[in-house]
């Protein structure tokens, strides 16, 4: 393969950084709260954009959200939460896969993100995720295009992530692979209150 030629083998994947939350006990918008003087979203953003082709932050309020300077796309089923995000995400999709992440996991694991895409280009199943000591974890993870219509299904009646993986039956990263690959298991941290920005500020120093 000549140098600075993709490799054909590696897929193709779009990023996408699913903000379409309420952060209600947070109490303002995640995408642009400031850790270590750097929005969320361009935590997440830093993290994903290596591995993938484009990455779009899904988002209900996209003007507040154009500062960043990255794709924005509106999301398409509003208010349901990181599952209708992850719809928006398939459904805009340009590639095969998806590498969605929560717009409030800051800390994710630059390993086990590649070893998620790496598992996509070996597995038949429709989707990649890890298992932690609080079981299956949908985000972050590498989801098919083709799982469009079961996920538009599935939002008909339940708009939890972790019911969905049960609809899909995804390869699983067992919980010693990501243990391995992340040992802290920071990558699941969610930033959901003032106490959990505190940890987090805590970390980075």
């Given at each position: 393969m000549p140098p600075g030629e993709p490799d054909p083998s590696v897929p193709r994947l779009t990023g996408a950084i699913l903000a379409g939350g309420f952060s209600r006990r947070l109490g303002q918008d995640k995408a642009a709260l400031q850790l270590g003087g750097k929005p969320l979203a361009l935590w997440v953003h830093q993290a994903l954009?290596?591995?993938?082709?484009?990455?779009?932050?899904?988002?209900n309020h996209p003007l507040a959200h154009q500062s960043f300077g990255l794709p924005l796309m509106t999301d398409l089923r509003p208010f349901q939460g990181p599952a209708g995000g992850l719809f928006t995400a398939l459904f805009a999709a340009r590639t095969a896969w998806v590498l969605a992440a929560a717009v409030d996991n800051p800390f994710l694991s630059?390993?086990?993100?590649?070893?998620?895409?790496?598992?996509?280009?070996?597995?038949?199943?429709?989707?990649?995720?890890?298992?932690?000591?609080?079981?299956?974890?949908?985000?972050?993870?590498?989801?098919?295009?083709?799982?469009?219509?079961?996920?538009?299904?599935?939002?008909?009646?339940?708009?939890?992530?972790?019911?969905?993986?049960?609809?899909?039956?995804?390869?699983?990263?067992?919980?010693?692979?990501?243990?391995?690959?992340?040992?802290?298991?920071?990558?699941?941290?969610?930033?959901?209150?003032?106490?959990?920005?505190?940890?987090?500020?805590?970390?980075?120093?």
């Open positions: 954009a290596p591995l993938v082709a484009d990455c779009w932050i899904i988002t630059p390993n086990l993100l590649a070893a998620l895409t790496a598992q996509a280009r070996r597995t038949s199943r429709p989707a990649v995720v890890c298992q932690s000591p609080r079981g299956l974890e949908p985000f972050p993870g590498v989801y098919s295009v083709r799982l469009l219509p079961a996920l538009q299904d599935f939002l008909q009646t339940d708009r939890r992530p972790t019911r969905f993986l049960e609809v899909c039956q995804p390869q699983v990263l067992s919980e010693a692979e990501v243990l391995a690959l992340d040992p802290e298991g920071r990558s699941f941290f969610n930033l959901n209150t003032p106490e959990d920005l505190n940890r987090a500020g805590n970390w980075l120093a």
